[in-house]
């Protein structure tokens, strides 16, 4: 049996809504984007949406629109997709890293507030709290240092569709949210992205920029009289646009993804049912209030071993079993990945802010330690019980490397 990590949920109704834009002749963003955006604002509770080519230029947009630049600085935790850091990078700012809480993988509040402690020069600007895997960061917390420090707070929600705190869904906590549609995330537009936000002139700013800076849209300007004229530039953007037929999809996918979201927190309560006994992997904590996205199913690989002290030679040796389980697993067809990175430890980061494995213990332990097991809507209960069978079996083998 061949079990992937994801699989998006595509049926005929995805063909027919990307005909129609393909048929119309419009492919450029136009009417089917302003209809997703819409439906995301109401899906999302937002004001505003803005829709991308993708999420790391949503978090670009959202950095610059708020005024993010060279001799900035920005917080961003050590344990999140490089995109994170990268669209921080674009800005000319700098990155500064935070440790994580390895039980959320979220950024660390009390961490994040010890580096702002730190800041003499006041060179933060900002900080980039990402909802991981579908669970919001502490939010709460993070506001209220955000307001004592007068920081820009950047949602990165690439994996936060459908994730919650109380009622309020990812995203809509800070200045900007930033969705990923990715086909690894819970909707898709193949690539795509999704810029929510309450604020009326960032919102507009931000539908500017998207469009090399242009003070109207292609599709405003077709609508009006005088289309001929072509709209100002006043100041410098990009191209950022998302198509037409990806909206279409998005537009689609909104439709279905009640269905989608409650498949996925089906099979991820089955997991959490199906391992609660099974010694050597913790599965994911969801802190009480919160609601989880399950944009991915991910457990801490702990082996034989008490995880309260994190030394680096203890999660060394256990990365060894970690990996092991993981080839076991692909063996038998059944695909699992780790989380993500500790991007501090990537090669471009690393040298540039001269970065050392002892400065973020959590982000280092989730790094080496985290196992993402497959999750889909459409995962049948075949299919999950031949995961479960071979997790078990492989956990025994690796344990005992
Ligand atoms: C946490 C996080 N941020 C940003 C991104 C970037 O999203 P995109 O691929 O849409 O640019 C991803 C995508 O995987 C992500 O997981």
């Known amino acids: 049996m061949n079990i992937p990590i994801t699989k998006p949920v595509l049926d005929d109704a995805e063909i027919q809504a990307i005909t129609k834009p ?45 005024g993010i630049k060279r001799g900035d600085q920005v917080i961003v935790p050590a344990f999140t997709y490089i995109a994170s850091a990268n669209a921080v990078e674009y800005t000319g700012a700098e990155v500064v890293f935070c440790d994580i809480f390895l039980k959320t993988f979220n950024i660390a509040p009390n961490k994040l507030e010890a580096i702002l402690k730190t800041d003499k020069q006041r060179r933060i600007k900002a900080v980039m ?26 949602e990165d929600a690439a994996c936060g569709f459908a994730a919650r ?10 200045d900007a949210g930033c969705f990923s549609f990715h086909p690894r995330k819970v909707i898709t537009t193949g690539e795509g992205g999704m810029l929510i936000t309450n604020n009326e002139a960032l919102a507009n700013k931000v539908a500017s920029l998207r469009d090399h800076g242009a003070s109207k849209s292609d599709l405003q300007r077709h609508k009006e009289q005088g289309g001929s004229l072509l709209p100002e530039f006043n100041i ?17 996918q909104l439709k279905k993804a009640a269905y989608i979201v409650n498949k996925r927190r089906e099979i991820a309560c089955r997991y959490n049912v199906a391992l609660k006994d099974v010694k ?5 904590y969801v802190p009480e209030g919160y609601t989880h996205g399950y944009q991915s199913y991910v457990c801490l690989f702990t082996g034989d071993e008490n995880l309260s002290r994190l030394s680096k030679k203890l999660i060394d040796k256990l990365n060894i079993s970690r990996n092991q389980f993981m080839k076991e697993l692909a ?16 090669g471009y980061y690393q040298k540039k802010y001269n970065l050392n494995d002892e400065g973020y213990p959590a982000a ?21 019980g031949y995961v479960i069978e071979n ?11």
């Open 22 to 66: 393909l048929l119309s002749g419009w492919l450029v963003q136009g009417p089917y984007v302003a209809q997703f955006e819409k439906l995301f604002a109401e899906f999302s509770g937002a004001r505003f949406a803005k829709a991308t080519t993708s999420c790391t230029s949503a978090l670009h947009l959202a950095l610059d629109a708020l």
């Open 129 to 154: 709290p990402v909802d991981l895997f579908g669970l919001c960061a502490d939010m709460p917390r993070i506001m209220e240092l955000a307001r004592r420090y007068d920081l820009k707070v950047i």
């Open 165 to 174: 705190i109380g009622d309020k869904h990812a995203g809509t906590f800070g």
């Open 236 to 252: 410098k953007g990009y191209n950022y646009r998302m198509t037409d037929f990806q909206g279409a999809l998005g537009v689609s």
């Open 280 to 284: 050597g992997l913790i599965t994911p």
């Open 331 to 346: 063996a038998k067809g059944v695909s699992t990945r780790q989380g993500t990175h500790a991007v501090h430890s990537l």
């Open 364 to 384: 280092y332990a989730a790094d080496r330690l985290s196992v993402t097991l497959p999750l889909y809507a459409e995962m049948t209960d075949e299919e999950f």
């Open 391 to 401: 997790v078990r079996v492989a956990l025994i083998k690796a344990v005992k490397l």
